[in-house]
């Protein structure tokens, strides 16, 4: 596909801002009016046409990845179509070079084989609009989602999960990522700004909880239970189609993607849950454990729910350290109630271990 459209007439490359409205321009353009949305991330401007979606990451230095470099950018994108055409290889169109020549901007399919031209200025992912009224966060909340379609979603994961990339790590190095994040997750809900005391007593209290299943989390490294999952499974991401897709896989860094299946579809029922549908989390947990066959990694769905639900109470607080925090009312109760979460099912798992070892 190739798309033209002349830009300013200045020489000097356009601003960053110039881009993205250039690319608002090309997609209102290309469907005969402006039904054109446009929507701000973290990391990118994603501009969505009335069947394509156009997405720019932002140049620059960010806690995650650094993306100055305009190289770095042209790998990431493709690095996020190869990454998400495993489970949505019809939406993920592939990339597309932004090129500006002679004072004009242009759309062209970037080939991955050949070096960037010196007209290229950056890079963006092609991709194909899904509609939004079949996506699982929509579905969930309007009551519209029935066993059939929780089959059909878990079926598509373990299979995604069966074939997977197996990772290779040492069992101790498994155990030290779950460490290090919760060490992290502990600076924020520690810190007095966030006002979470009882966030941060859950924190030392899954600790505990790790250390007791250590064994089990250790086996899982061994086993090979470990795989190149998604990295950022949540409702939002998933299309109710036939067959379900998901898309927006965690792209920048491979070991966030490098997980126990099971700790991947705990976030996914968390985050269910938390949409007021906690009988379709623990559904879909159950039929994925029918499915894979696998008691230990079922054992353990408790720890990984409680690992999960810490992690999203410290990316909530952290709103509450920003040096401008817009209803930190807001982001105070929603740090709480995953941390309210993650103590419940950590309580759960040492009980489930505790059951175990007095059935032993």
Request: proline share 6%.
């Amino acid at each position: 596909m190739s798309l033209r459209i002349a830009a300013c007439a200045a020489l000097p490359p356009p601003s960053f801002a110039d881009r993205v409205e250039f690319l608002r321009q090309t997609l209102a353009t290309a469907a005969s009016g402006p039904c054109v949305e446009m929507k701000e991330t973290h990391l990118s401007w994603v501009v969505l046409g009335a069947d394509r979606v156009l997405k720019m990451k932002k140049p620059g230095g960010h806690p995650v990845i650094d993306l100055a470099s305009p190289m770095v950018r042209r790998q990431n994108a493709h690095e996020e179509v190869r990454l998400n055409r495993r489970l949505a290889p019809e939406v993920y169109l592939g990339v597309l070079a932004l090129q500006w020549r002679d004072g004009q901007l242009a759309l062209v399919p970037d080939e991955v084989q050949a070096p960037p031209g010196e007209d290229a200025i950056d890079w963006l992912v092609h991709m194909r609009r899904l509609p939004g009224e079949r996506m699982l966060d929509m579905l969930v909340q309007r009551q519209q989602v029935g066993p059939d379609q929780v089959d059909a979603l878990v079926d598509r994961l373990a299979q995604f999960h069966g074939a997977a990339r197996r990772i290779v790590l040492d069992g101790a190095d498994h155990v030290r990522r779950i460490v290090d994040e919760q060490q992290a997750n502990r600076t924020v809900l520690e810190d007095a700004r966030v006002g979470l005391a009882e966030a941060a007593a859950a924190s030392r209290r899954f600790e505990h909880a790790v250390a007791l299943h250590a064994d089990a989390l250790v086996r899982r490294a061994q086993e090979g239970r470990l795989v190149e999952g998604h990295g950022d499974l949540r409702p939002e991401h998933i299309c109710m189609l036939a067959p379900p897709v998901v898309i927006d896989c965690l792209e920048f860094d491979a070991t966030l993607r490098e997980l126990d299946p099971f700790d991947e579809i705990a976030f996914l029922a968390l985050e269910i849950g938390l949409l007021g549908a906690a009988s379709l989390a623990d559904a879909l947990q159950a039929r994925y454990a029918e499915l894979m066959s696998d008691p230990e990694g079922c054992g353990l769905r408790q720890l990984y729910t409680a690992r999960r639900a810490l992690l999203r109470a410290r990316l909530v607080a952290a709103h509450l350290l920003d040096p401008v925090v817009a209803n930190p009312a807001f982001w105070r109760a929603r740090a709480q109630t995953y941390a309210r979460l993650a103590d419940e099912a950590t309580q759960a798992s040492v009980r489930g271990l505790n059951d175990g070892q007095r059935a032993a």
